[in-house]
């Protein structure tokens, strides 16, 4: 109870600055394809782009405060996953799709 | 990426919540590997319509925005409920609580009356591979926010008859990682099923 917001993260401003920067990256890509104008290609890409971007806000404006771990063990999980995630989405689309190629031989 | 601990720094003897929240990090790691792989699913079976609807007559921008906004705002308020509970104040974390609860409340409406919509029009889970991917997809995810709401009450209900002792803390704790983690993945959602699924 004593202990009130403290320079970890806890903080109105890091909270404002998270929620600013996610609603900025998600009225881009929604703004894009709402009204359209720019190619296809290039849409998907921003689209990316601001997803990623936004996936980093989170976890560094809204996720980090909950951490009562020592960080290099959390990192080291997020990695490993990262690595799974990598590997088995990425080998599954290579597969499928080099399938779908294949059959269409 | 600056991670600090959090409960373990403000009192000493209490490692023990560390670690709990090192294990529910760790399970939120493999939910994140469940959701990427359902997203890689869904992605290989987006052609896969069986001459049934595609996601571009059965999504609607709009209702995504919807869904989006109600999500984010309540991951900003459950960041006041973890403020407030720093702070110590108990009203104001349920307060805060309480309005997450109805925004998450919001967002699981939306989603209702998304797929029944869908599944009235004959675009149910069993129409298509694509449907049975994306039913899969979005409904496990709506299914956590489900789940994140009912923990949510059961905090309340333990903030209200215990008051913001070290263990409710820690949980709260825990139901905040979880609660911004189900929103990393709802940026997944809108991001790959319906931007472009609309466009």
């Not at chain 2, 409904?139 to 209900?157: D, E, K, N, P, R």
Request: aromatic letters at 12%; proline letters at 3%.
């Amino acid at each position: 109870m004593e202990h009130a917001a403290d320079g970890q993260g806890h903080s109105l401003k890091n909270y404002v600055i998270g929620f600013v920067l996610a609603v900025l990256l998600t009225a881009i890509p929604f703004g894009l394809v709402a009204f359209g104008g720019l190619p296809r290609q290039t849409t998907f890409i921003i689209i990316a782009v601001a997803a990623v971007a936004q996936v980093c806000v989170h976890l560094r404006f809204f996720l980090h405060l909950g951490f009562s771990s020592t960080p290099r063990e959390n990192l080291l999980a997020l990695a490993f996953a990262g690595v799974l995630i990598f590997l088995m989405v990425g080998g599954s689309l290579w597969i499928m799709f080099d399938l779908d190629y294949r059959h269409g031989m | 990426m600056t991670m600090h601990t959090a409960g373990a720094h403000a009192e000493h003897g209490e490692d023990i919540y560390g670690e709990r929240a090192f294990g529910f990090w760790i399970y939120l790691m493999t939910d994140a590997i469940i959701f990427a792989l359902l997203f890689a699913t869904y992605i290989v079976m987006l052609p896969g319509t069986a001459g049934g609807p595609g996601p571009d007559t059965l999504f609607s921008l709009p209702r995504a925005a919807g869904e989006t906004a109600l999500l984010l705002v309540s991951s900003m308020t459950f960041g006041f409920a973890t403020l407030s509970m720093l702070a110590g104040k108990r009203g104001a974390v349920l307060g805060w609580l309480a309005v997450t609860f109805v925004l998450g409340l919001g967002f699981i409406a939306m989603e209702i009356s998304e797929f029944t919509g869908m599944i009235a029009m004959d675009a149910g889970p069993d129409r298509s591979g694509f449907l049975s991917s994306f039913f899969a997809l979005v409904g496990t995810h709506g299914l956590h926010v489900s789940m994140g709401m009912l923990w949510i009450v059961v905090l309340a209900a333990q903030v209200m008859t215990k008051g913001l002792t070290a263990p409710v803390k820690s949980r709260l704790f825990r139901l905040g990682l979880f609660w911004h983690f189900l929103d990393i993945v709802w940026v997944g959602i809108f991001s790959i099923v319906y931007l472009p699924g609309v466009m």
